[in-house]
């Protein structure tokens, strides 16, 4: 089967049941959003109205006002867009260093696999969001701090995947071959297992996109991480939520629309894994 068709198998088993087809609308919708926001706002996401604060939804405001007149459509929007950064740095720093650390694992000898592994374990003693908390408290709120932290405490994650799937293939026959034809030991990593351990990569990054999602407006939320007046779903929770005698409506649509994507994001991810590896959904069965 060549790569074009496994690829539209794939898809096609995505979209085979509803979980699937869900989130990858929810994807679609919120990822299309964070790339083409600028062309889809209506307003200025930073533009103070003070004479309408907290208007309702109307045509000139789809979604209404703030606290200080913001049009709450185009700071929802902006807020798709930072989420969609974080986790497209974080999960990607986190996929490539973990994954080539995971490779170089299983490739050292018994004391340098047990070195790494030992790492991983340590940086996976600490849950993200606590690890997030303690750095950000010492040196300040920062986009880019928060994104390598959650980087940091992911790399774990493919580590193991990787280390665990190269010692699973690195006897396999079509490896040995080209050891005999006297291929290196980088070329075949690179080249011939690496590809056939893409497959439960992927998977996991996608399963771990809402998890970065929720941990971005988590550390926003409590002033931690986005700052003000950089539109976050978690900023915009927060900003609702000291002001919900005036108007509900701001910590409603946030946290429906961090919801929402966290839930498509979960499906997809789920959809992913069937597709990739059917056994496991006949085995969850």
């Given at each position: 089967m060549t790569a074009f068709a496994a690829t539209r198998a794939t898809i096609a088993r995505i979209l085979s049941g509803p979980g699937g087809i869900v989130g990858t609308i929810i994807i679609v919708l919120v990822v299309g959003?964070?790339?083409?926001?600028?062309?889809?706002?209506?307003?200025?996401?930073?533009?103070?109205?003070?004479?309408?604060?907290?208007?309702?939804?109307?045509?000139?405001?789809?979604?209404?006002?703030d606290n200080l007149g913001r049009d709450l459509y185009s700071r929802l929007v902006y807020g798709a867009r930072?989420?969609?950064?974080?986790?497209?740095?974080?999960?990607?720093?986190?996929?490539?260093?973990?994954?080539?650390?995971?490779?170089?694992?299983?490739?050292l000898n018994a004391r340098g696999e047990?070195?790494?592994?030992?790492?991983?374990?340590?940086?996976?003693?600490?849950?993200?969001?606590?690890l997030a908390l303690a750095v950000v408290a010492?040196?300040?709120?920062?986009?880019?701090?928060?994104?390598?932290?959650?980087?940091v405490t992911l790399m774990p994650h493919?580590?193991?995947?990787?280390?665990?799937?190269?010692?699973?293939?690195?006897?396999?026959?079509?490896?040995?071959?080209?050891?005999?034809?006297?291929?290196?030991?980088?070329?075949?990593?690179?080249?011939?297992?690496?590809?056939?351990?893409?497959?439960?990569?992927v998977v996991?990054?996608?399963i771990d996109i809402p998890v970065v999602i929720t941990i971005e407006a988590g550390l926003s939320f409590i002033g931690l991480g986005v700052r003000p007046p950089l539109a976050s779903w978690g900023?915009?929770?927060?900003?609702?939520?000291?002001?919900?005698?005036?108007?509900?409506?701001p910590v409603i649509v946030a946290s429906?629309?961090?919801?929402?994507?966290?839930?498509?994001?979960?499906l997809f991810g789920e959809a992913l894994r069937d597709a990739v590896d059917p056994r496991l959904d006949r085995e969850g069965r």
């Amino acid at each position: 089967m060549t790569a074009f068709a496994a690829t539209r198998a794939t898809i096609a088993r995505i979209l085979s049941g509803p979980g699937g087809i869900v989130g990858t609308i929810i994807i679609v919708l919120v990822v299309g959003s964070a790339i083409f926001a600028p062309l889809v706002v209506t307003h200025d996401p930073d533009a103070l109205d003070i004479l309408n604060r907290f208007s309702g939804p109307s045509a000139a405001h789809w979604l209404g006002t703030d606290n200080l007149g913001r049009d709450l459509y185009s700071r929802l929007v902006y807020g798709a867009r930072v989420a969609m950064m974080v986790a497209l740095f974080a999960i990607g720093s986190a996929l490539v260093v973990g994954t080539l650390l995971g490779m170089l694992a299983a490739s050292l000898n018994a004391r340098g696999e047990r070195l790494l592994l030992i790492v991983f374990d340590i940086i996976s003693s600490f849950p993200s969001l606590v690890l997030a908390l303690a750095v950000v408290a010492v040196f300040g709120p920062s986009t880019a701090l928060v994104t390598a932290i959650v980087a940091v405490t992911l790399m774990p994650h493919f580590g193991r995947v990787a280390r665990a799937q190269m010692l699973t293939l690195r006897h396999a026959p079509f490896v040995e071959a080209e050891r005999l034809i006297g291929a290196s030991p980088v070329r075949i990593a690179l080249s011939h297992i690496l590809p056939n351990i893409a497959g439960p990569l992927v998977v996991l990054a996608s399963i771990d996109i809402p998890v970065v999602i929720t941990i971005e407006a988590g550390l926003s939320f409590i002033g931690l991480g986005v700052r003000p007046p950089l539109a976050s779903w978690g900023t915009l929770i927060y900003d609702g939520y000291a002001y919900l005698s005036d108007s509900r409506v701001p910590v409603i649509v946030a946290s429906a629309a961090l919801a929402i994507a966290t839930l498509g994001f979960t499906l997809f991810g789920e959809a992913l894994r069937d597709a990739v590896d059917p056994r496991l959904d006949r085995e969850g069965r």
